[in-house]
């Protein structure tokens, strides 16, 4: 079954909007931790936020923002004022513990097309 | 701090060819991963080492991939014989604990084409 969802996989917006990302994550464990993850066109996956299950204050980070929510199993992203810049894939990740692993599990993805 | 290292960036390859990608993790980080990420799709764990123990191999299709981590350190990921559904971008990303809030760090990939 399916760990991680990302409905949205494209979204185009113009520059200076704001856009929200919806992930949405499915797990039994009470302990686990989720991701973002951006993957810009060079490839490389670059970390954006991690947050633990117990940890459900929602985060700022300069244009960037995460909003927590366990009621609905969700922790959405939002970039404030977007720039051509933030054009990439993002990547939500579930991190839970399996056969004794820590195993980190991907949603499909969202790309994110900002035009000027 | 160098990041990590994989090579080669690029190749092509006819099917029923043997292949083999290289990863040089961070220095000091002891978990090394493995991930196959299919055009379009999310990257999907094929094998995770500790040091140079398998923790994690449920994914990887060991009819035709292999992987190896002899002294800890680097790592060698392998196809043998390729089909034409293993091309892909090979992902390595090492941490440096495979502790739940470890983060991964990730190299620039190997994108693999199999004609």
């Known amino acids: 079954a399916q760990k991680v969802t990302q409905a949205q996989t494209e979204i185009s917006v113009v520059e200076k909007e704001d856009v929200t990302l919806d992930c949405v994550y499915e797990?039994?464990?009470?302990?686990?931790?989720l991701f973002w993850y951006k993957q810009p066109p060079s490839g490389e996956l670059v970390f954006l936020i991690r947050?633990?299950?117990?940890?459900?204050q929602n985060e700022i980070s300069g244009r960037y923002s995460w909003n927590f929510q366990k009621s609905t199993s969700s922790f959405n992203f939002t970039i404030t004022a977007s720039q051509v810049v933030d054009s990439a894939v993002y990547f939500c990740?579930?991190?839970?513990?399996?056969?004794?692993?820590?195993?980190?599990?991907f949603g499909q993805g969202t790309r994110l097309t900002i035009n000027p | 701090e160098a990041g990590v290292a994989q090579s080669p960036r690029y190749k092509i390859i006819e099917k029923r060819q043997s292949v083999a990608f290289w990863c040089n993790p961070i220095?000091?980080?002891?978990?090394l991963y493995w991930y196959q990420q299919i055009l379009g799709q999310g990257p999907k764990l094929l094998i995770q080492?500790?040091?140079?123990?398998?923790?994690?191999d449920s994914q990887l299709p060991k009819d035709r991939f292999s992987a190896e981590r002899l002294k800890g350190v680097d790592s060698t990921l392998k196809i043998q014989p390729a089909k034409l559904e293993d091309s892909a971008v090979y992902l390595c990303?090492?941490?440096?604990?495979?502790?739940?809030?470890?983060?991964?760090?990730f190299g620039s990939g190997t994108q693999l084409s199999v004609l």
């Open positions: 990303a090492s941490s440096l604990e495979p502790g739940g809030d470890e983060k991964l760090f």
């Open positions: 797990t039994r464990d009470t302990t686990y931790y």
């Open positions: 947050r633990n299950s117990f940890d459900e």
């Open positions: 990740a579930l991190k839970e513990e399996f056969q004794g692993a820590q195993k980190l599990v």
């Open positions: 220095s000091g980080h002891a978990t």
């Open positions: 080492f500790q040091n140079n123990g398998v923790v994690d």
